[in-house]
């Protein structure tokens, strides 16, 4: 089992940047594919984006491409997640999760781990 820790939330200007970090601990972290989601007040969780194990792999969702970057440091145990340019849209809660021996898929049902989440507000 894996213990995900996610931070570097907070307010932020629109237009302005977050990096936020995810740190797992209790499993090897390079056996997990992992994800981004955000969940914004009111409504469902959605898939921001995921990478495979080895980084060789990327997907974004249609609202992120472009100022969003994802990446992981296997030998820190952390998920990074470089949020550029940044909306008054991409105001939620960010959330890790990890899938073990995954792809790096869209799908918030192939996760077995999930942090606690870190609150991104972005203001006008």
């Known amino acids: 089992q894996v213990r995900l820790v996610e931070s570097g939330g907070g307010l932020v200007q629109a237009g302005g940047s977050l990096r936020l970090s995810c740190t797992a601990s209790g499993h090897t972290f390079d056996r997990y594919a992992m994800g981004w989601f955000l969940q914004a007040p009111g409504k469902e969780r959605e898939f921001v984006a995921a990478?495979?194990?080895?980084?060789?792999?990327?997907v974004y969702a249609d609202s992120v491409k472009g100022r969003f970057t994802i990446s992981r440091d296997n030998a820190k145990s952390t998920l990074y997640l470089q949020m550029n340019s940044l909306k008054p849209e991409d105001t939620a809660v960010y959330y890790c999760?990890?899938?073990?021996?995954?792809?790096?898929?869209?799908?918030?049902?192939?996760?077995?781990?999930w942090g606690q989440g870190t609150k991104v507000t972005v203001s006008s």
């Open positions: 999760a990890a899938d073990l021996y995954g792809a790096g898929s869209e799908l918030s049902h192939e996760y077995e781990f």
């Open positions: 990478i495979n194990r080895s980084s060789g792999r990327t």
